[in-house]
């Protein structure tokens, strides 16, 4: 059955304990050690100046130390829990820092910077047509065919002669297969 309040979720005999990040934080300046205090003292602390502490402590101050460490509110050097260094920088974060943002709109940026295309630029057109020669004096490269003159009158000394019969197809062509005869002898 819900209770008469409803909200009120916390029991009675916890609402006379500070919260435990502040339990923690007045533990490390009661003990006051240059070296930092470890988890045993800092709850050892606690458990003699705090009364009626719930059955799971030791749960909720691991959680705790946990949780203000990755805040930053506490460092851990050497196994040892300790307030921040003021002059200290903060800790940057894991990887790479946001870009820094300006105080221009998104309209004026568009308009004032000029839209580069993607991607390598195109060569230009003079160093196509004109290519480097080599160390050698020839240029790179395989030479370009010689331009085919179709004059039916003049022989083709190199050409071979026509094939005659139906064209062939792409590819390999099929095995011959023996015929049953040949197989038979």
Same mark, same amino acid.
């Given at each position: 059955m819900a209770s008469?309040?409803?909200?009120?979720?916390?029991? #009675?005999?916890?609402? *006379?304990?500070?919260?435990?990040?502040?339990?923690i934080l007045a533990a490390i300046d009661a003990l006051n050690? &240059?070296?930092?205090? *470890?988890? /045993?003292?800092?709850?050892?602390?606690?458990?003699? /100046?705090y009364s009626d502490l719930p059955a799971t402590h030791s749960t909720l101050l691991s959680h705790?130390? *946990?949780?203000?460490?990755?805040?930053g509110e506490l460092v851990m050097p050497k196994n040892n829990y300790?307030?921040?260094d003021p002059n200290t920088p903060?800790?940057?974060? @894991?990887?790479?820092?946001?870009? &820094?943002?300006?105080?221009? #709109?998104?309209?004026?940026?568009?308009?004032?910077?000029?839209?580069?295309?993607r991607g390598r630029p195109p060569k230009s057109k003079d160093s196509v047509s004109k290519p480097k020669p080599s160390p050698s004096g020839?240029? @790179?490269?395989?030479p370009p065919k010689k331009a085919k003159i179709d004059d039916p009158s003049s022989p083709k000394p190199d050409a071979p002669p026509a094939p005659t019969g139906p064209p062939r197809?792409?590819?390999?062509?099929?095995?011959?297969? #023996?015929?049953?005869a040949a197989v038979g002898a």
């Amino acid at each position: 059955m819900a209770s008469p309040e409803g909200s009120d979720v916390s029991s #009675p005999l916890q609402s *006379n304990l500070p919260q435990y990040p502040e339990m923690i934080l007045a533990a490390i300046d009661a003990l006051n050690d &240059p070296n930092g205090s *470890n988890k /045993t003292a800092i709850s050892n602390y606690i458990e003699s /100046t705090y009364s009626d502490l719930p059955a799971t402590h030791s749960t909720l101050l691991s959680h705790h130390l *946990n949780r203000m460490k990755l805040s930053g509110e506490l460092v851990m050097p050497k196994n040892n829990y300790m307030r921040p260094d003021p002059n200290t920088p903060p800790k940057r974060g @894991r990887g790479r820092p946001p870009k &820094p943002k300006s105080d221009k #709109p998104e309209a004026e940026k568009l308009a004032n910077s000029s839209p580069r295309p993607r991607g390598r630029p195109p060569k230009s057109k003079d160093s196509v047509s004109k290519p480097k020669p080599s160390p050698s004096g020839r240029p @790179r490269g395989r030479p370009p065919k010689k331009a085919k003159i179709d004059d039916p009158s003049s022989p083709k000394p190199d050409a071979p002669p026509a094939p005659t019969g139906p064209p062939r197809g792409r590819g390999r062509p099929p095995k011959v297969k #023996p015929s049953v005869a040949a197989v038979g002898a």
